[in-house]
């Protein structure tokens, strides 16, 4: 009951206000500081992924450096783009992991799980990469394309067989439209208890693709609509200790919830356009969701919401902008503390330390 | 139902994407399985160091790994016998792109196929350049889309994505080529043009491909290759014409002719992705044969944990009971020691 009365306010807010999320939300206190001391040599870039592991190290993946485009027999190649960085505790840089590996192009997201495996997402080698602890690789999903369409689209006359995989041919990204192993702009990845692998799938694709813990591809679900079940664009993943999967579907300003088999249960609004999640741990759980600002506009959006997982609104906090404590469209958050997040933004290049009082 | 439905349209819509994404099961039933162990931590990187899809691998006389893998940028790296890993050859090389092929001839040459730059290079065992078989186009000219309709016809020193590289025993060259051309061209040892089997368009027919994807040549100077969205292998004389077509082994991915005085034949059904769940369990296996097609045995499938295959590209058989298998979608080189003896056993019993 109590639910069905926050969706018909929430339905009343929308039709009288359409852009504006509802007005009667609580603003959480906060506190902003800068967590990360960079040697001189290392710039951030873009920062679309920010995390911390058990010990308290923070792993920051930032699209910076040369990104390239080579060109070969009659492909172009793309190059580089993104680093991952690992800081201690205290914000001192301790190493750089994936130098000069193949799959870092455009840097998209990077989560820690619970044994402290580093997992990159790349929103355009479309690859999922799973370091060790040590830095060493541990898994991969997806492939990178082999070539990259310029200076336009090919027609489908891409050479027979297409690329080494059947998929990295020259007519476009590899993962395109399939329901396959394969994806298109994937932007997020979670785990349930079993160490099932979920991958947001994503930008290009919209749908959420299921693996084993070894990486067997088992099935995914989800495609371009606005019915339940179905995704405008998949900005987002999180599982909560019952194993319900929360997805952003940033394209549909809301989150859906399903069960680990892909079956829907019921979506969360009222809360912007979702893009970063994140799921707190600890006996009473939370849902962080941001609804990030466009990168060329400060003047919209841009504030963090605290959610119960029952989809009401514990608070919000933040606004679009370039001051400290402002925000520069949140790509991740980091909530292994509750109250000490860990915010990456794309637009300000930068890695706040936020404290909620 | 409308789960149902929505699954069953997703499936039609796969089924209809095309051969590049067909699965094959081999047809070849009852294949004794040979017993292998993967050698744990084989190859040793500096530190900092990766490897990326490991398309390529070989060794020379010596027991040295050579590795031509898709870095961020394509590089060649060399390691001892014990996977120690020595120096990286041809740094910055103009001729270095895209990875497909690194085979070592029989005086230790190392000769690397750059689908990328179109480019056969021999390096001395040093890793000096000797000679070059084809030219990478002047980057200034701009990218160049694929025209719709047939390639051109094939020209005798334009490689168009060459993908491997043999020698017969008079130090003839043999050139799969490729992606775009379809074709064997048989250069002599000069890099001079003598011959070639298929020309630019793919086809069905004996001594024609599409996309001649791997390449061995055996004592007698006869050639295997690797037919591979033919599904099958082409066996063809030292003059290119065809002998023999091998087409129960599944997809023919990469060839590998053993050394010493029995020579094997091996073929790897590989597992490419962009497919549907299930699609592993019917791919990713090698097979052994003998040079005429007899299947001995197989082993191996497709996995991304160590000891299984996650799309087999190139296979090391100078020892044709110690191979090295490298990997494209798991950024992985592995050692493998096969235990044909224990197979025969096993059947034994």
């Known amino acids: 009951m109590k639910r069905f009365i926050t969706l018909v306010l929430a339905a009343t807010a929308l039709a009288a206000v359409p852009a504006a999320a509802p007005a009667q939300v609580a603003e959480i206190a906060y506190d902003s500081a800068s967590p990360l001391t960079l040697p001189d040599d290392i710039y951030l870039g873009e920062v679309a992924g920010v995390a911390s592991n058990s010990r ?10 040369h990104p390239t485009v080579s060109l070969g027999t009659a492909r172009p190649f793309a190059h580089g783009g993104s680093r991952l960085f690992q ?85 476009g990204p590899p993962g395109a439209g399939r329901p396959s192993d394969l994806f298109d702009r994937p932007t997020d990845v979670a785990w349930d208890a079993a160490g099932n692998i979920y991958v947001a799938d994503g930008i290009g694709n919209q749908r959420v693709a299921k693996f084993t813990k070894a990486g067997v591809f088992v099935k995914s679900w989800g495609s371009k609509g606005t019915e339940p079940g179905k995704f405008g664009s998949v900005r987002g993943i999180a599982i909560d200790a019952q194993g319900n999967v929360y997805v952003a579907d940033g394209g549909n300003k809301r989150i859906q919830v399903f069960d680990t088999d892909g079956n829907y249960k019921r979506e969360i609004t009222n809360v912007g356009s979702p893009r970063a ?81 | 139902m409308k789960r149902c439905l929505a699954s069953f349209s997703a499936l039609a819509l796969i089924m209809c994407v095309g051969p590049a994404f067909a699965q094959q099961k081999a047809k070849a039933e009852n294949v004794a399985e040979i017993p292998y162990t993967s050698v744990p931590n084989f190859l040793k990187l500096p530190p900092g160091e990766y490897l990326g899809e490991s398309v390529a691998v070989a060794t020379n006389s010596k027991g040295h790994i050579f590795v031509y893998h898709r870095s961020a940028n394509t590089r060649l790296f060399e390691f001892d016998q014990n996977g120690n890993f020595l120096k990286e050859i041809g740094k910055g090389y103009y001729g270095f792109e895209f990875a497909h092929s690194v085979r070592v001839d029989s005086e230790d040459n190392i000769w690397t196929v750059d689908e990328g730059t179109n480019m056969v290079t021999k390096f001395s065992p040093e890793g000096k350049v000797l000679m070059v078989i084809g030219r ?55 890099g001079r043009f003598v011959a070639q089997a298929g020309s630019e368009k793919a086809g069905k027919g004996p001594g024609e491909f599409n996309l001649p994807h791997g390449l061995q040549v055996d004592r007698q100077g006869n050639v295997y290759v690797a037919d591979r969205t033919n599904f099958r292998y ?86 044709p009971d110690e191979m090295i298998v490298g990997e494209i979608e798991s950024w992985r080189v592995q050692k493998l020691m096969l235990h044909p003896e224990a197979m025969k056993k096993a059947e034994a019993r």
């Open chain 1, 56 to 65: 308290g190290d923070i792993f920051v993946y930032t699209r910076t450096g």
């Open chain 1, 87 to 171: 800081f201690d505790s205290s914000g001192k840089f301790v190493r750089e992991i994936g130098k000069d590996i193949y799959g870092f192009l455009v840097a998209e997201q990077v989560r820690i799980d619970p044994q402290d495996n580093i997992w990159v997402v790349d929103q355009y080698s479309n690859m999922i990469i799973k370091f060790d602890p040590q830095g060493q690789v541990a898994l991969l999903l997806g492939r990178k394309a082999e070539a990259i369409p310029l200076p336009v689209r090919p027609a489908a006359a891409a050479p027979a067989g297409g690329g080494e995989g059947g998929g990295g041919g020259a007519a």
């Open chain 1, 277 to 357: 999640l994140c799921m707190t741990s600890g006996a009473t759980q939370y849902l962080y969701t941001s609804n990030s600002n466009p990168p060329n506009n400060i003047d919209t959006a841009g504030e963090i919401y605290k959610l119960r997982l029952d989809g009401t609104i514990v608070g919000k906090f933040g606004r679009a902008g370039k001051l400290p404590k402002e925000f520069g469209t949140v790509n991740e958050i980091d909530c292994r503390n509750e109250n000490t997040l860990l915010v990456g933004e794309i637009g300000n290049l930068r890695v706040q330390k936020i404290s909620l009082h």
């Open chain 2, 136 to 190: 990478r186009p002047p980057a200034v000219d701009g990218p160049v889309t694929f025209p719709a309709g047939p390639n051109k016809p094939a020209q005798p020193y334009v490689l168009c994505r060459p993908t491997d590289v043999g020698w017969d025993p008079q130090g003839n060259v043999f050139v799969s080529d490729g992606y775009c051309n379809n074709r064997v061209v048989k250069y002599d040892k000069n």
């Open chain 2, 234 to 319: 082409q066996v063809l004389d030292n003059n290119l014409k065809p002998k023999a077509i091998y087409d129960n082994v599944g997809v023919g991915w990469t060839a590998c002719v053993s050394q010493g005085p029995h020579q094997y034949l091996f073929a790897s059904n590989s597992n490419p992705n962009g497919n549907l769940p299930g699609s592993w369990a019917i791919t990713g296996e090698i097979y052994k044969m003998e040079l005429d097609g007899t299947i001995i045995g197989k082993f191996g499938h497709a996995s991304k944990e160590f000891g299984g295959f996650q799309v087999t590209h190139m296979m090391d058989c100078r020892n």
